[in-house]
T-cell receptor, first 116, second 115 residues
Framework: AQTVTQSQPEMSVQEAETVTLSCTYDTSESDYYLFWYKQPPSRQMILVIRQEAYKQQNATENRFSVNFQKAAKSFSLKISDSQLGDAAMYFC?????????????FGDGTTLTVKP | DTEVTQTPKHLVMGMTNKKSLKCEQHMGHRAMYWYKQKAKKPPELMFVYSYEKLSINESVPSRFSPECPNSSLLNLHLHALQPEDSALYLC??????????????FGPGTRLTVL
């Protein structure tokens, strides 16, 4: 079984600053994928960034990057130059292509507030 | 078109009513999902359709009945719901279910209130 833990229910950051959201996971699978999804208030959830477990290089998408520590089973999200539009609930998720295919396991989420 | 649409946006129904939620995507995705989400909580998987066939049912009560008429449409039929079923119902789609690593595209959801 997979588990995903987000230990920070709420975080805040000043506009233009950098913030890191934490995520740890546990899986017995060797092949898996990790995701960060963003859900703004009253708007639809979108993918922020995706990481394949077999890739050592950390994924990056513009101002968003991850710190993937496979041995420690850690997958944190760094948001640089935070903008007001980054305010949202962020979910860390994992998925495996073989067992439990089709199921993503979500963490409980972190609500990010961006202060102007 | 990278959009998943859901109708209606809001739905209020009594416990004896029958209603349906609709989801549509035109991205050629062959996996479609229904999730239930309570406020400030992660989405909970309810059903997964893969190539128009029900692949996963997460022990959802029979008062929720999914249907996949074709590869672009997904319905959720509701009957005799309980007040605790009030939630945001999200639809999502992805290229395929079997590889697990595919991004899910989410719709905006239907806000359901059961009186």
């Amino acid at each position: 079984a997979q588990t995903v833990t987000q230990s920070q229910p709420e975080m805040s950051v000043q506009e233009a600053e950098t913030v890191t959201l934490s995520c740890t996971y546990d899986t017995s699978e060797s092949d898996y994928y990790l995701f960060w999804y963003k859900q703004p208030p009253s708007r639809q959830m979108i993918l922020v960034i995706r990481q394949e477990a077999y890739k050592q290089q950390n994924a990056t998408e513009n101002r968003f990057s991850v710190n993937f520590q496979k041995a420690a089973k850690s997958f944190s999200l760094k948001i640089s130059d935070s903008q007001l539009g980054d305010a949202a609930m962020y979910f860390c998720a994992s998925a495996t292509p073989n067992t439990n295919a089709g199921k993503s396991t979500f963490g409980d989420g972190t609500t990010l507030t961006v202060k102007p | 078109d990278t959009e998943v649409t859901q109708t209606p946006k809001h739905l209020v129904m009594g416990m004896t009513n029958k209603k349906s939620l609709k989801c549509e995507q035109h991205m050629g995705h062959r996996a479609m999902y229904w999730y239930k989400q309570k406020a400030k909580k992660p989405p909970e998987l309810m059903f997964v359709y893969s190539y128009e066939k029900l692949s996963i049912n997460e022990s959802v009560p029979s008062r929720f009945s999914p249907e996949c008429p074709n590869s672009s449409l997904l319905n959720l039929h509701l009957h005799a719901l309980q007040p605790e079923d009030s939630a945001l119902y999200l639809c999502a789609s992805s290229q395929a279910m079997d590889r697990g690593g595919n991004e899910q595209f989410f719709g905006p959801g239907t806000r359901l209130t059961v009186l």
